[in-house]
């Protein structure tokens, strides 16, 4: 099973990186951005019985800082072969 793990500063965290990318944008004339904020995605093949609870743990243990972080998990549909 092919899953996907989107990684995101929660609401009111610092964000310099989305910061200087807005920044940049405005350089490049870019109108209408108010805001960006920048995350990180993690896409893992994991055996069809892995469970919902498994991949929870694996996010709060490893894969994102639940201090400042938040997540969300999207199973992806297989490709036909």
Same mark, same amino acid.
């Given at each position: 099973?092919? $899953?996907?793990?989107?990684?995101? @500063?929660?609401?009111? $965290? @610092?964000?310099?990186?989305?910061? /200087?990318?807005?920044? /940049?944008?405005?350089? @490049?004339?870019?109108?209408? $951005?108010?805001? $960006? ?16 609870? /498994? ?7 490893? @894969? ?16 036909? /072969?």
């Amino acid at each position: 099973m092919k $899953v996907r793990i989107l990684v995101r @500063l929660k609401p009111g $965290v @610092l964000d310099p990186q989305g910061r /200087a990318v807005h920044h /940049a944008l405005e350089g @490049l004339g870019f109108d209408g $951005v108010e805001d $960006v904020r920048v995350g990180r995605m993690i896409e893992m093949d994991v055996a069809d019985d892995t469970s919902d609870e /498994a991949l929870r743990t694996m996010c709060e243990k490893l @894969l994102a800082n639940m201090v400042i972080e938040d997540f969300a998990i999207e199973k992806l549909e297989q490709e036909p /072969a």
